[in-house]
C-alpha cells in the first residue's frame, strides 16, 4: 500500500469570503479579504482577484490595514502568526511569530508600534474565554521575527471581530459580550462596565451583537439581537451615562458602522437591507434594498467614497455611498447541504452543486470564482422559517454538456409530494441553460437516483430515473411534429421493476451498452437497446449503497457498496463476485479518465481515502484521516494541462483532480509537492517584465524576443566583461518599491561600491579590444584575397552586370546580418 507521502490536503477554492469584514484600501481601488488560509485582493471595479497572499499554514482570522503606511496590510491567523503584506504587489514583508492562535486583529494610528490581537485566556486551544492583549512589535529588520511582549487590556472578550472597536482618537477601547458594554480608558488605564437586562417587557433579547465608535465624537452605536440600535453617549462616567434607541431592523443587527466623517451610521442585518442613519437626524435614514441575501458585515473606505457589505451567501457587495451597487464579488456558496452531487460541467469545465434556494450554481475551480446562477424552480424565495419551498434534490448532465436534467421536490405538511423533472438545453446564443420539457409528478414517489447515458458517439440521448414507487423509467428525447414552433421534446421511453423492490441506485457503463440498477440487495443489469433483463448478480447480504461501472481496461468490472460495510467488485464476464473486502463506504467514484476508483471510507470519526484499480489488489494511493466527519460529496475534475509526475504515490492525479466536501462545506483537494513548489516559485516571482503590453502580437512573438534577447545577452557578454557582482543588486534596487526597501544609509555603500570598476577589469577589457581589432585585420585580408580571385575568373558578361565593391563598414555590416536569426520569420508564415 502506498501511503501519501509528498500529496497533500488543502483548500483549493471555494473558501469563505464572508468569513470576517473585508477592508478598502485608501484609493478605494482594492478590496482585501480573508479567504480560508490566504487573504484575497480584488480589484473594487473590474471583480477580477488581483493577487492571492499566502503564507498562513491555518485559518486567516482578521486583516487590516496598516495605519502607519496606507500601502500594507497586516493579516492574523490560528496558526499564531500576524503577517505584513505589500498588497498592491502581492510581497510578504515581514512574520510576526506569536506562538497563540489569534482570533482577530486591531491597530489604531495613535497607537505606534502596538497591534491589539484577541487571544486565548488559557493555554488550551479549546478554551471559550477570550482577552484582549497588546502586542508590541519588536524593532528588527528581520522578515521572521518572535514577537512575545504582549501585555492584557480586556479580559473576558467577544472573539467576534464586530464586537471590538477604538473610539475617537484612539482614546479608548469598547468590547461587547452578551448583556454588557465595556469600555477602556488608555490614559486613565481604567474600564467601565454597563449592563443590559436579558429582554425588556415586550420579550425583546437585548443581547449585544455589534459595536461601532464615531470618529470625532464620544459615541457609541451598539447592535442588539431585537433589531435595536442603541446610541451610548457619556460612558466615561460610570452613573451618569446615557443612550438612545434606533430601531427599524425586524431581526438581529449584524452590523453597525460609521462614516469617516462621522456624518451617517450603516447598519445591516438579515432583511438583505443596507440601512443608512444620518447622525444627530435619526428621524431620516436611507435605505437600499434588495442586495440579494442577509449582510453580516459592513465596511466603509477610508475616503468614504465606497461601502463593500459581506453577504450570507458569502457574496461581497461595493456599493458607491448608499446610492448603487457597483461590483458584485460572489464566491462558493455553501448552503447548510448539498442535495445534488458534485458535478463537472462538460463544457465550461465549472464545478455544479446547489448555490441559492432553487439554484444551481456554476463555479469555477481554475479561477475560484462563481461564473453564474441557473434558476431551477423559478419561483421567488419567502424567507420565512418553517415554510416549506422547492428544492432542487437531483441534476445530471450529459456526455456533452447539451442536455441538464433537474429533479426538484416540496413536500408539505400532510400533503402529498410535489415532484418535478426539468430537462434543459444548452443555448449557443445564450451560452446557458434554457429550459426544455418540465414533467409534472414523473413518478408516484422520492426519486433516489437519475443518470445520463454516457455514450459520446450515440445517435440516441437517454436519462434513466428510479424511485421509491418501485420502478424506473427510460427517458428519451423524441423528435419534434412538422411544425415551425415546436422543438425537440423529451418522453417516457420504458418502465421497468423487479419484484416490487424499491431501485436505490443506476449506472451505465462506459459504452452505454449495459444499465445497472440495484433493487435494494440485488442488483440487475439491462440492455438499454432492447430493454431486457440480461442478468441479476448476488452479493454478501445488504442493502446497495453505491453502483459504479469500470473504465477503460477496468470496464469489465462493477463496483458496489453496501450497507453492511463491504465494497463489492464483480466481472461481468464471467457474472461471478470477483472480490470483497470489508470496509464502511461512505462514497464511491470513478474517474472518467483513468482507471481509477476512489474510495471514502468512515473510520473513527475521520474518513479515509483508497485510491484503487479494480484489476489490482494493491491500492494505489491511501490517505488516513483526510478530514474529520463523513465524506457524502465528491467529483473528478478534468485537469487543463497533465500532469507529469514520474512517483507512484501521485500517478493517479496526473489526469484529474480529486475535490470533496466536508461536513463543514470546505471545498477541499489533492496537491502533490512538486505542483505546490511549482505555485509558490510563480507567487514568489516579484519582477514582471512590463516593458512590452501584453497584445495578440505580443503573445505570437514573445517567444523569439525571449530567445532573441537570451543571444543577445550571451553576445553581450563574449563582446564586453561582465559587470561587478554588485549590479544583481543595482537591480533589485531599481525594481524593489521604495516603500520595502531599507534605509537608504544601510544601501549607500553596497549601491557605490557596485558602480567601481577593478584595475584588472580594465586591463582585460584593453586586451579584448586589442584581440577584437586583430580579428577584424584578419577578417578584411580574407576579403580582400576573396575579391581578387573573384576578379581574375569573371567573364565580359560578368563585368557588365557585377555589382559595386562593398566598403569595410559595409562588409561588416554584412557579416553581422549573415549571424542575425530569422528562424521566428518561417515559423510565423508556416502558422
Known sequence: MVEHGDIR????????????????????????????????VFSSSTEECVHDLQGHTDLVTGVLLNPSNHLQAYSCSADGTVRLWDFTDGILIKTLVVGFPIYSLYASAHHNGVLFIVISMASDKRSELFQLAALHLPQSGDQLVEAREFSSVLGDVSSNPAAIAFG???????????????????????????????????????TFTCLSCHPKDDCIATGHEDGKIRLWRNFNHKREYTYSTLHWHHSAVSSVRFTPEGTNLLSGGVESVLVQWRYNQETQKDFLPRLGAAITHIAVSPDGELFCTAHSDNKLTVIQSCVKVSAVIQGLVKGESVRTDLMVDPRSKALVLNGKPGHLQFYSLQRDKQLYNLDIVQQEYIHESGLQQFEVVK????????????????????????????????????QSFVLNTTVSGPHEARITAMCFCHTADSQTTMLVSASQDGHFKAWQLAEAAQTEDEGPFWSCDFVGAYHSLVPECCCFSADGSLL???????????????????????????AIRDLCFGRQSCSKYLL?????????????????????????????????????????????????????????????FSHKAICSGKVTRAVFAPREEMLESCEESSQWLNRSQLYFLTQYMDLMTFITK?????????????????????????????????????KQDRSFSAERNQLPQGSVAIKELLHTPAHVLPSASFL?????????????????EKKSEEEEMESDKEE????????????????????????????????????????????????????
Request: net charge negative.
Open 168 to 206: 475617537q482618537g484612539g482614546e479608548y477601547i469598547a468590547s461587547a459580550k452578551g448583556l454588557h458594554l465595556e469600555v477602556y480608558f488608555f490614559k486613565k488605564q481604567k474600564s467601565y462596565r454597563f449592563s443590559l437586562k436579558e429582554d425588556n417587557k415586550k420579550g425583546a433579547k437585548n
Open 748 to 764: 549607500c555603500s553596497m549601491f557605490v561600491r557596485s558602480l567601481l570598476i577593478s584595475v584588472t577589469d580594465s586591463r582585460e
Open 516 to 542: 445497472a440498477i440495484s433493487f435494494q440487495e440485488v442488483v440487475t443489469v439491462w440492455s438499454p437497446a432492447s430493454w431486457e433483463l440480461l442478468t441479476t448478480l448476488s452479493q454478501p447480504p445488504g
Open 674 to 710: 512538486a505542483e505546490e513548489d511549482r505555485l509558490m516559485a510563480s507567487s514568489k516571482r516579484l519582477v514582471i517584465d512590463d516593458s512590452v503590453a501584453v497584445t495578440p502580437f505580443y503573445l505570437l512573438l514573445g517567444k523569439h524576443r525571449q530567445q532573441q534577447q537570451e
Open 9 to 40: 490536503v488543502v483548500h483549493r477554492g471555494g473558501s469563505k469570503i464572508n468569513f470576517r469584514e473585508p477592508v478598502l484600501s485608501h484609493d478605494s481601488r482594492l478590496l482585501l479579504c480573508a479567504s480560508g488560509e490566504c487573504v484575497k
Open 780 to 831: 578584411e585580408s580574407e576579403c580582400e584575397m576573396e575579391a581578387s580571385t573573384m576578379g581574375q575568373g569573371q567573364t565580359a558578361e560578368a563585368q557588365e552586370t557585377a555589382a559595386p565593391a562593398l566598403t569595410k563598414a559595409q562588409a561588416r555590416e554584412l557579416r553581422r546580418v549573415k549571424k542575425l536569426d530569422h528562424s521566428w520569420l518561417s515559423s510565423l508564415l508556416d502558422s
Open 395 to 430: 441534476a445530471a448532465f450529459d456526455t456533452r454538456g447539451n442536455w441538464l436534467a433537474t429533479v426538484e421536490e416540496r413536500k408539505q405538511k400532510d400533503s402529498t409530494l410535489e415532484l418535478n423533472l426539468k430537462l434543459w438545453a444548452y443555448d449557443e446564443q445564450t
Open 560 to 620: 458496489g457498496t453496501t450497507a453492511k460495510n463491504l465494497l463489492c467488485c464483480w466481472n461481468l464476464l464471467t457474472c461471478t463476485l470477483e472480490w470483497s473486502t470489508s470496509m464502511d463506504v461512505s462514497l464511491l467514484l470513478s474517474d472518467p479518465l483513468s482507471e481509477n476508483m476512489a474510495a471514502f471510507c468512515s473510520h473513527a470519526g475521520c474518513t479515509d481515502l483508497f485510491v484503487f484499480k479494480p484489476s489490482e489488489p494493491r491500492p494505489l
